[in-house]
């Protein structure tokens, strides 16, 4: 088992930038596929990034590609998501998840999450 615990959300303006941070505890992350998934309100939870156990493959969905770069270390047990240019659409509460599967880009199949954190995009 792991605890996932995100920070670094919060208010910023249209075109900014924001990284968001999730510290892993109870266990390791180096023997799992990490994800950042996000939900909006009234919306249902979409993938938003993730990022394979080893080599640096990542995945994206085509609304986020190119602005948003996810990485791990291992080592300090910690993920991270930078996003870059910012929209209003990207406003939502932002999770950290962890999977037994190398990379994947579906919810149902992470098996640890954090809370989450909220990033608030203003026009």
């Known amino acids: 088992q792991v605890q996932l615990v995100e920070s670094g959300g919060g208010l910023v303006q249209e075109g900014e930038s924001l990284r968001l941070s999730c510290a892993a505890s109870?266990?390791?992350?180096?023997?799992?596929?990490m994800g950042w998934f996000r939900q909006a309100p009234g919306k249902e939870r979409e993938f938003a990034a993730a990022?394979?156990?080893?080599?640096?493959?990542?995945g994206y969905p085509e609304s986020v590609k190119g602005r948003f770069t996810i990485t791990r270390d291992n080592d300090k047990n910690m993920v991270y998501l930078e996003m870059r240019s910012l929209k209003p659409q990207d406003t939502a509460v932002y999770f950290c998840a962890a999977t037994r599967q190398t990379i994947d880009r579906h919810a149902h199949n992470y098996d640890y999450w954090g809370q989450g954190t909220q990033v608030t995009v203003a026009s």
């Open positions: 109870g266990g390791t992350i180096s023997n799992y596929g």
């Open positions: 990022i394979a156990v080893r080599h640096g493959i990542t």
